[in-house]
């Protein structure tokens, strides 16, 4: 199998269905919390994890089964259960939609997965193996973590404001890429 491509996706207006309530579940939904609360939870039981995670940003949380085909309702889905009938299932629904689906510890059964990430405020920095060792993927994200400097989010602040009033083009261009090599390289030189 090849590489999985990174890629960022705008989250804004997908809608998220997590198959399953437990551990790993829990785990995943932490994650896309991140970045999204336009997410329904579907699961036969959920964890006190899950379900309080669910309570605290008031998703969508249905304690039943998976129904054949409502995976297609939705523009992301992540299966974690233990039933690999099931993640084959939601899989082989969604191959003639536009339904990306990940497949927790199956990558047969996955258009996306998950990188071990690192976030600060706008910055994040993700880590993959494409699969081969998440554990080595995770490992290096702890050692980035250490060596990342604060100020970070703050900085993205700023650039972000700049880049409302500073008009577009090389001037603007070049003094950004100056301002940024400056910051690296004043943190990162401490």
């Not at 082989?92 to 990306?100: A, D, I, K, M, P």
């Not at 100020?151 to 700023?158: I, R, T, W």
Request: glycine residues 4%; aromatic residues 10%; hydrophobic residues 40%.
């Amino acid at each position: 199998m090849m590489s999985y491509f990174p890629a960022f996706l705008q989250m804004e207006g997908k809608r998220i269905l997590l198959v399953g309530g437990g551990a790993i579940a829990a785990e995943k939904l932490e994650k896309l919390l991140d970045f999204s609360q336009e997410i329904t939870i579907v699961a036969r039981e959920a964890s006190e994890g899950v379900r309080q995670m669910a309570s605290d940003h008031c998703l969508s949380l249905l304690i039943r089964p998976y129904r054949s085909r409502e995976a297609l309702e939705y523009d992301l889905v992540i299966v974690a259960t233990d039933t690999v009938e099931l993640h084959r299932q939601i899989f082989q629904e969604t191959r003639s939609s536009r339904v990306l689906v990940n497949s927790v510890d199956d990558t047969r059964y996955c258009d996306f997965i998950f990188p071990s990430y690192v976030k600060q405020g706008d910055l994040t920095v993700a880590f993959s193996t494409s699969g081969a060792s998440p554990a080595f993927a995770k490992q290096i994200r702890r050692w980035f973590q250490k060596v990342l400097p604060e100020g970070v989010d703050a900085f993205l602040e700023e650039m972000k404001a700049l880049r409302k009033t500073w008009p577009k083009g090389k001037e603007r261009m070049e003094k950004f890429d100056e301002m940024a090599r400056d910051f690296v390289e004043k943190k990162f030189r401490s």
